[in-house]
Each structure stands twice: as structure tokens, then as C-alpha cells.
């Protein structure tokens, strides 16, 4: 991901964890006892990123696809299931400063406070799906070239920016390669 977009979609969620410890969030229009402001905004949040995964998962399910449409969507598909984990563990910060390769061994993160409604399950389900498009994505990587899986994982990024910066990127043309 390009690292100013990284930069802008991360600050925004350290901001909502900052003002969360600080205590000063209104309690603007809860839905409940304890819903605060930082708490809808992060679900809003994740539901996007996750709504934009399903997506692209359905659009991975049609048959007669093309390889090199593919390969970008599995690339894609895999950081978008990396920064949701991110996100519901909370490592979405400073620290988190790369999008590491596979995710860290269950059991070993707690899900933050927000997300805790849910239980475990939004992170069982990241994990099956992120094992299957990665290994997907890897063996279509073994038949295509250097320049084309390059082409690909540019392509993705500039999808994935679009999706971090609210625009609906589904219909944008390829960028153009020289």
C-alpha cells in the first residue's frame, strides 16, 4: 500500500483509540449502555473494509475470469483480509507499519473492545479465507512473469488506496504501464 494513504488510514483509527483512552468521546446518540463514538466508527469501519472483501470475493467466484484479473483480485483480497485482522486486533497504528506475509498463529491476539460483541468467529472466518486466496494467489503467481505479477500487485494497490480513500475503484480502468 502506498505509504500516505497507509499513513491517513491508520492515523484515523490512533486518533479514535487517543480520544478513547483520553475519556473525552461524547456520548452522542448511543445505541447502548457504553456505545460510544469510537466504537460505532470502528465497526463502520471494519463493516466497510469487510463489505469491499465480499465484494471482491463474489467477483473471485465467477467463473470465466481472467488470469491476470485474477491474480490482482487475490492480491487484493489478501491485504484487504490483513488490515480487517489488523484492525479487530487493534494493531492498526505505528506499529504496524507493514502488512506481514501470513497472520500471526491464532490465540495469540485479543480482539479489541469493540469488536468483542462478536466473539471470535469475524476472526476465524479471516483466517480460513486469508490461508485459501493466499495459497490461490500463489500458485497462479508460479505461471506468470516477473512484469506481470508486478504490474498486478501495482494494480491492486492502487484498488486498495481507492477503497481506503472512500472511492469505489470496481469500475476504474487499469493504469496504464509503459
Known sequence: MPLEPQKEFRAAFELDRAKRIDGRIPEEGTGGPGDSWTTRANRAAFLVLERERRVLA??????????????????????????????????????????????????RERLEDWAQPWGVGPMFELRTEFIDYRHQ???????????????????AERRLDGILRGRDTRHLPPARHR
Open 58 to 107: 463474489a467477483r473471485l467466484h465467477r467463473a470465466h475470469r481472467h488470469r491476470s484479473d485474477r491474480y490482482r483480485d487475490l492480491i487484493l483480497i489478501t491485504k484487504l483480509i490483513r488490515l480487517e485482522h489488523e484492525h479487530l486486533i487493534g494493531q492498526v497504528g505505528p506499529s504496524a507499519t507493514s502488512l506481514p506475509e501470513a497472520l500471526p498463529a491464532f490465540g
Open 137 to 155: 494467489c500463489h500458485r497462479l503467481a508460479k505461471w506468470r512473469s516477473a512484469a506481470s505479477r508486478a504490474r498486478a500487485a501495482a494494480e
